[in-house]
Nanobody, 118 residues
């Protein structure tokens, strides 16, 4: 099992920045792709940014150039994934989830809410 705990959400004005953190613990060996996703009420969860175990990244077109995903594998029993969000827009308002894939299984955090005011 993999446990994911997000933090860093909140309320920010348009143009501002937030940094989301996701701490992964448990059976973290062999974790492959990790990423950030977001979901609005009544809509499907969508990919925001993904990062592979070797550091390769993918971004949704709507956040390219504004968001940066990074991964810290330095610790033995836990590691973290971050999402630096700059130049935030009201349409970035959503609940953001951290996700991890390990040996064919998908794990999710509980989500952290990001609200961008205009």
């Amino acid at each position: 099992q993999v446990q994911l705990v997000e933090s860093g959400g909140g309320l920010v004005q348009a143009g501002g920045s937030l940094r989301l953190s996701c701490a992964a613990s448990g059976s973290i060996e062999n974790i492959g792709v990790m990423g950030w996703y977001r979901q609005a009420p009544g809509k499907q969860r969508e990919v925001v940014a993904l990062i592979t175990s070797s550091g390769g990244t993918t971004y949704a077109d709507s956040v390219k150039g504004r968001f940066t995903i990074s991964r810290d594998n330095a610790k033995i029993t836990t590691f973290a994934v971050y999402l630096q969000m700059n130049s935030l827009k009201p349409e970035d308002t959503d609940v953001y989830y951290c996700g991890a894939t390990r040996m064919g299984a998908r794990y999710w955090g509980q989500g952290t809410r990001v609200t961008v005011s205009s």
